[in-house]
């Protein structure tokens, strides 16, 4: 029996010799084939993934001194979050993982916010993710600042989870260019789940406010962060209050399509102190509607303060009440945020052709456009005003709002006509009307009062001249609805 042994030990050892050049020929073509294949071209796969396969007892040595390694290295874990996690065994893989993430742009105080990195495997997460993103137009040198807003996505499978993201953004109307844009502003998105928070996002806006489903892209381009925000909590709390306040749903509606950044206020502690801050200061409740619908950013306004230097400012410069401030934030909203070197130019400009202080201030709080309005075009206007209309200088005081409109296309053209005919009329008689108006008038026979300008109804639709109301089934009503100030320029 033990010659047999002997004997059969003797022949494994020769077939071994005559077998081992082979094997090993073989060997070495199979990891050269691999290497060369499996890499991608735009990232150095590591040498070694993972470790040596250990015990329970050397698993814990091993974690003891990957521990200490990353602490060496200046990456601390303040929070514990590397004791619920398996991190390889081998500290030259901890190595590799670090100098990576280094070489990308993160720092070590980086990892120390979210050390949950070092525990993401360079060849199954980190490179595939990053690879993908690069695809979809994130700039190599942006990868870093995206890893550092939402780190979490190294943990994310890029055909489980971002690839299908990736085409509901798409399915959304967002432009493929767009895209980059949509992802570094908010990389949180790409945990987001489609047929979850951004599914019921979409339905309310589309199906309850009235948001155009073409505008949803174009509103995600602009402020994809509404995708995260929760119909119940958030976007349904806003609308029912701004819609309480007297604005009809649907101008709401067209105002998110142009300015979706407005769902980003904090209802509590911006815009309802922001509503009440106008209402301290007097503007009318009634007022509201058309101050938001002129001017939505109001809503996320640090207010109170700007109200208050404002109104300051116009009563020691501009010599106008805090009632007459109050008429001009109801008609132009904007001037909360203009500089007052800017207001002031209009004003010393008028002061400066013989209007007296009472006459501008009077001027301003009936059409306070005209703080908006470039020197030079004031110039030519009052200049057309004295030398060629030569009409006495109390009718531009009661109608400022001459300056607001064009010389060349609407003033000299409309006043020869008038003045061809021989008509006697006041300024806004042939200047405040639409073309067709202004036609229809010159074919008369006789001289109509003037109408009065458009009107925003408290909680309903656009009161038209002649109690014409805006029918709802209107596809071309949505700028007369929402865009038009009190007085028509």
Same mark, same amino acid.
């Not at 047999?4 to 494994?12: E, P, Q």
């Not at 009329?425 to 202004?438: E, P």
């Given at each position: 029996?033990?010659?047999?042994?002997?004997?059969?030990?003797?022949?494994?050892?020769?077939?071994?010799?005559?077998?081992?050049?082979?094997?090993?020929?073989?060997?070495?073509?199979?990891?050269?084939?691999?290497?060369?294949?499996?890499?991608?071209?735009?990232?150095?796969?590591?040498?070694?993934?993972?470790?040596?396969?250990?015990?329970?007892?050397?698993?814990?040595?091993?974690?003891?001194?990957?521990?200490?390694?990353?602490?060496? $290295?200046?990456?601390?874990?303040?929070?514990?979050?590397?004791?619920?996690?398996?991190?390889?065994?081998?500290?030259?893989?901890?190595?590799?993982?670090?100098?990576?993430?280094?070489?990308?742009?993160?720092?070590?105080?980086?990892?120390?916010?979210?050390?949950?990195?070092?525990?993401?495997?360079?060849?199954?997460?980190?490179?595939?993710?990053?690879?993908?993103?690069?695809?979809?137009?994130?700039?190599?040198?942006?990868?870093?600042?995206?890893?550092? %807003?939402?780190? %979490?996505?190294?943990?994310?499978?890029?055909?489980?989870?971002? %690839? #299908?993201?990736?085409?509901?953004?798409?399915?959304?109307?967002?432009?493929?260019?767009?895209?980059?844009?949509?992802?570094?502003?908010?990389?949180?998105?790409?945990?987001?789940?489609?047929?979850?928070?951004?599914?019921?996002?979409?339905?309310?806006?589309?199906?309850?406010?009235?948001?155009? #489903?073409?505008?949803?892209?174009?509103?995600?381009?602009?402020?994809?962060?509404?995708?995260?925000?929760?119909?119940?909590?958030?976007?349904?709390?806003?609308?029912?209050?701004?819609?309480?306040?007297?604005?009809?749903?649907?101008? !709401?509606?067209?105002?998110?399509?142009?300015?979706?950044?407005?769902?980003?206020?904090?209802?509590?502690?911006?815009?309802?102190?922001?509503?009440?801050?106008?209402?301290?200061?007097?503007?009318?409740?009634?007022?509201?509607?058309?101050?938001?619908?002129?001017?939505?950013?109001?809503?996320?306004?640090?207010?109170?303060?700007?109200?208050? $230097?404002?109104?300051?400012?116009?009563?020691?410069? !501009?010599?106008?009440?805090?009632?007459?401030? $109050?008429?001009?934030?109801?008609?132009?909203?904007?001037?909360?945020?203009?500089?007052?070197?800017?207001?002031?130019?209009?004003?010393?400009?008028?002061?400066?052709?013989?209007?007296?202080?009472?006459?501008?201030?009077?001027?301003?709080?009936?059409?306070?456009?005209?703080?908006?309005?470039?020197?030079?075009?004031?110039?030519?206007?009052?200049?057309?005003? +004295?030398?060629?209309?030569?009409?006495?200088?109390?009718?531009?005081?009661?109608?400022?709002?001459?300056?607001?409109? =064009?010389?060349?296309?609407?003033? +000299?053209?409309?006043?020869?006509?008038?003045? =061809?005919?021989?008509?006697?009329?006041?300024?806004?008689?042939?200047?405040?009307?639409?073309?067709?108006?202004?036609?229809?008038?010159?074919?008369?026979?006789?001289?109509?009062?003037? %109408?009065?300008?458009?009107?925003?109804?408290?909680?309903?639709?656009?009161?038209?001249?002649?109690?014409?109301?805006?029918?709802?089934?209107?596809?071309?009503?949505?700028?007369?609805?929402?865009?038009?100030?009190?007085?028509?320029?």
């Amino acid at each position: 029996m033990l010659a047999l042994a002997r004997a059969l030990r003797s022949l494994g050892q020769a077939g071994a010799r005559r077998e081992g050049p082979l094997l090993a020929w073989l060997s070495s073509l199979r990891s050269a084939a691999f290497s060369s294949s499996s890499a991608p071209p735009e990232y150095d796969m590591p040498s070694v993934t993972w470790g040596v396969i250990q015990g329970r007892k050397e698993r814990l040595v091993s974690r003891v001194l990957a521990l200490d390694f990353l602490r060496s $290295a200046g990456v601390s874990d303040p929070a514990g979050e590397l004791e619920a996690v398996e991190l390889p065994s081998s500290l030259e893989v901890l190595q590799e993982r670090l100098d990576f993430l280094l070489r990308l742009g993160l720092s070590t105080d980086d990892l120390s916010n979210y050390p949950l990195l070092l525990a993401c495997s360079l060849r199954k997460n980190v490179i595939p993710v990053l690879s993908y993103l690069e695809k979809l137009g994130v700039t190599r040198a942006r990868l870093a600042a995206f890893v550092r %807003a939402y780190p %979490a996505c190294l943990h994310a499978s890029v055909a489980v989870d971002l %690839a #299908p993201m990736v085409k509901a953004l798409r399915g959304l109307d967002v432009d493929r260019q767009d895209l980059p844009r949509v992802l570094e502003r908010y990389p949180d998105v790409l945990g987001l789940k489609p047929d979850g928070t951004i599914s019921t996002s979409v339905a309310y806006l589309v199906g309850i406010v009235g948001v155009a #489903p073409r505008d949803i892209g174009p509103m995600v381009t602009h402020f994809p962060f509404f995708l995260g925000m929760r119909v119940g909590t958030t976007i349904k709390p806003f609308c029912d209050y701004i819609t309480s306040l007297g604005l009809p749903m649907r101008i !709401l509606a067209r105002i998110l399509e142009k300015r979706p950044y407005i769902l980003g206020y904090d209802l509590e502690e911006t815009v309802k102190p922001n509503v009440e801050a106008l209402l301290s200061f007097g503007i009318q409740k009634e007022a509201l509607p058309l101050v938001i619908a002129q001017y939505p950013s109001i809503l996320g306004l640090p207010l109170k303060a700007k109200l208050a $230097a404002q109104q300051y400012f116009f009563t020691l410069k !501009l010599q106008i009440d805090p009632d007459g401030f $109050a008429r001009v934030i109801e008609k132009l909203p904007q001037l909360v945020s203009l500089n007052q070197n800017v207001i002031l130019k209009p004003v010393e400009f008028l002061r400066g052709r013989g209007i007296s202080n009472e006459d501008v201030a009077r001027m301003v709080v009936r059409c306070p456009q005209i703080l908006l309005l470039r020197i030079e075009l004031m110039k030519n206007s009052l200049y057309f005003f +004295k030398s060629e209309m030569k009409r006495p200088m109390s009718e531009l005081l009661e109608y400022p709002e001459y300056f607001t409109y =064009s010389l060349e296309s609407r003033i +000299k053209p409309r006043y020869m006509r008038v003045t =061809s005919r021989g008509i006697k009329c006041s300024l806004d008689w042939f200047l405040n009307c639409s073309d067709m108006r202004f036609e229809d008038r010159m074919q008369g026979d006789f001289i109509e009062g003037d %109408a009065p300008g458009p009107s925003f109804t408290m909680g309903g639709k656009l009161q038209m001249p002649g109690s014409q109301l805006v029918s709802d089934d209107d596809e071309d009503t949505d700028d007369e609805v929402l865009y038009r100030r009190t007085v028509m320029i």
